[in-house]
């Protein structure tokens, strides 16, 4: 029963962080992964975050060090003056990730201690689900959703165009067609549009 209550207490602090627009990872005093919001969760599953025999790791071997040195930061020394902040880059955009020690550790069983939280962010997240919303409520391609982000990244349909590696004659049809299902005449409309409530 007191073992139901500590997960308890875990899972409302990574629901808290999840309410927040955060993904969380707990990790016990040997940085193995032992819990996750639903927001890490999801990081894990579409590959953006990655484990190795329990462990997150980035596939680019400076930036796994600096996140193995966070994470032994806070083993090493559980207060609030440890830990850190990074980016990792994925194929999907940047994650801010944020590693500090977990406060309410003593009060776990040994065995399943959390010692470390990592908190990460996902500055383009809420952005790619309203799109993901948009696509299947209007039929927007999947380039056609790559050149609604581009524009609201870069600001301009060339700029646009040049990131995605496609002619500015490309960019300007699929646009075309994003105005007509969606039914907008104008970029700021759309940019707007993609933009509410995020």
Known sequence: KMIGQFRGLARSSLDVLELS???AVLLDSRGVVLDCNDSGHRLFEEGRLRQRHGR???ADPATNRQLTRLIA???QAPDHTSGGRMQITTPQGVLGLHCAPYPGGLLYPAGRRPAVVIMVSDPQGRLRRRLTGLQQRYG?????VALALALVETGSRKAA???RGVSDATARAQ???IFDKIGVR????LVRLLLADI
């Open 21 to 23: 627009g955060h993904g």
């Open 56 to 58: 997150i790791f980035c």
């Open 73 to 75: 930061l806070c083993l």
């Open 140 to 144: 927007l391609t999947a380039a056609e």
């Open 161 to 163: 165009a040049d990131q």
């Open 175 to 177: 646009l075309t067609s």
């Open 186 to 189: 104008k970029q700021t409309d």
